[in-house]
């Protein structure tokens, strides 16, 4: 809760003055398909339960923060960044835990994603979410969406 909820709030507190006197009013917030409902119950994805928690919690700090900079035409949005390829990053083989984890989440992607063929790499994945974030306009700020721009599209 603290690296994922409570510490991006001091950051973009820190960071408001700045912005408030810049030309540019957006705040991107580093989300997870994990965190949304609809996906979860849809899935059945009973896997990383604190991690969803954490996500969950940052979503609705982005909606509190767009409730209250929106009419001084701040941009507040929480993305998703898909799944995303991070096999360049391991130092070394998965958990057992983590073994059972991915079986899960396996299993729950042809509930969610019928046609998903396989990871993004990062630079595709970033190269998604800044088109998303660029064009996102101040009338839905606050909003919670996946690398597409979208609700429904988490993988």
């Known amino acids: 809760l603290k690296a994922n909820t409570i510490s991006i709030v001091h950051s973009t507190n820190a960071f408001l003055p700045l912005l408030k006197n810049g030309s540019v009013k957006k705040v991107l917030m580093l989300s997870s398909g994990f965190g949304d409902l609809d996906l ?34 701040f941009v507040f949005l929480s993305i ?28 729950a992607i042809p509930l969610i994603a019928p046609n998903f063929t396989g990871p993004i790499s990062t630079e595709q994945s970033v190269q ?5 974030f660029e064009n996102w306009p101040v009338e839905k700020s606050g909003a919670f969406v996946s690398h597409y721009g979208n609700t429904t599209q988490w993988l």
């Open 80 to 107: 998703s960044p898909g799944f995303v390829d991070t096999s360049a990053t391991q130092t070394g083989p998965p958990s057992a835990g983590a073994l059972e984890e991915r079986k899960m989440l396996m299993k």
């Open 128 to 132: 998604m979410q800044l088109e998303v």
């Open 40 to 73: 979860t119950l849809r899935g059945e994805v009973p896997a990383q339960p604190s991690y969803s928690i954490v996500k969950a919690a940052l979503n609705m700090v982005v909606a509190k923060y767009a409730a209250q900079y929106k009419t001084e035409g």
